[in-house]
Nanobody, 125 residues
Framework: VQLQASGGGVARAGESLRLSCVGS????????MGWFRQPPGKDREFVAA????????QYADSVKGRFTISRDNAKNSVYLQMNDLTPGDTASYYC???????????????????WGQGTQVTVSS
């Protein structure tokens, strides 16, 4: 099972980037998917998560109103549209997948079942 993230890069403050993550190796029917990030020298933190039906989404307070998570189940994919980027968004971004009761979502890294490699986002002022 593999989660492959892409779309990272360098942006200036106020610009936008869109991250993508594609799952392979198994079906992800019923799985919640999400994004975490790890800024340089800091702990990994929750960014956003979305359940299978896209009827339940959760965001970290630091990204609410700027980031939007979405998914395409036919493509086993999850996306993170990041607008109005700030230098504080500089981090390695990781996608995750997990299956939880009642189509729930989680905000803790260790509760997910699959984790992808990171994609680097660097925002300059």
């Amino acid at each position: 099972v593999q989660l492959q993230a892409s779309g990272g890069g360098v942006a200036r403050a106020g610009e936008s980037l869109r991250l993508s993550c594609v799952g392979s190796g198994r079906g992800f029917s019923g799985y919640a998917m999400g994004w975490f990030r790890q800024p340089p020298g800091k702990d990994r933190e929750f960014v956003a998560a979305i359940n299978w039906s896209s009827g339940n989404m959760q965001y970290a307070d630091s990204v609410k109103g700027r980031f939007t998570i979405s998914r395409d189940n036919a493509k086993n994919s999850v996306y993170l549209q990041m607008n109005d980027l700030t230098p504080g968004d500089t981090a390695s971004y990781y996608c995750v997948a997990g299956i939880f009761p009642y189509s729930g979502i989680r905000s803790k890294w260790e509760e997910y079942h699959y984790w992808g490699q990171g994609t680097q986002v660097t925002v300059s002022s």
